[in-house]
């Protein structure tokens, strides 16, 4: 049995997420801090083998209306963008599908699914020069069918949004409480269903049962490795790894932001705010995949897709 486990990174600014989701956030300290990572992760390779990271770069038009440009983050940090994919790491798009003429206006979410096409083709045909048509998540962790198939068609060949078991407060569009929790080809009509091979896979951000302390029990969570060590050594042992899949392999997909490896914001009763923490929880996870046995990699979103959908053709075959 094979594991591919994928380091995933939303560059979303500070206080975006949270017990409250605060869609007028708009400062990018943490981004910019953690743009240390792939240096410190450099030197623990010893110990975790080395890990590329995809990097789900926020891109949208809201940044548009309040920065100027929706490749604003693209073109302030081209730099470090350069860098770290030479070195191997991959670039995704990430939009928050938000209509904001400007910086007072409230943002809302677009949700309209002819609005979202025209939305999404509009701005992929701003980026396409600058980012590849390779991995793409959602803002908020949510798709539509119709949704989902403007994104294939625009090229992309992999996705990263759904959050297997987990739905949206009432009035949000996200609804993923049937999705596998393993990569798979969305039926057309019911995103949450396996259906016949697409030019676009599903690898869904894994979730998994965690307990924080204002929690009256384990909740649905995706699998954040910037949670407190301690939260995160007892979901990794309730971790449940399927005895079996569909073509042998497993692909894990961890998820994070920048401002919950953030020290300045200090820790809270989920996240430590520290990337030392973020590191060893990493430790923790390549401990307990040796300790099973199994044979895993790190891999790019992309790269993980890429093999996932070999083994099933061949499985098939």
Sequence with gaps: MKHQVCLTLDTDPDGLSGKETN???????????????PEELDRLTDKLGWVPITWFVRADGQLESILGTSAYLLETYNLFWTQIRAAGHELAWHPHLYRQANLHEEPALITDDSEVQEELSRLWGELKSVLPA??????????????????????????????????????HPMNWSTAPNQPYFPAADELGANGTERAMIELPMNSWRVQAPYDDAPRVRYMNPAIHPELFAKALAGWEVPASSVAELHVWVLVFHPDEVLSSRGPDGLYARSRSVLATNLMALTERLQRLGYDFEWATVSDAATRWRKHRRRLVA
């Design 134 to 171: 390779t991995a793409f998540r959602n803002g908020e962790g949510w798709h539509t069918s119709a949704s989902f198939a403007a994104v294939e068609r625009l090229g992309f060949h992999c996705d990263s949004t759904a959050i297997p078991g987990r739905r949206g407060a009432a009035g």
């Design 23 to 37: 869609r007028r956030a708009m400062e990018w300290t943490g981004l910019e801090q953690v743009q240390r990572l």
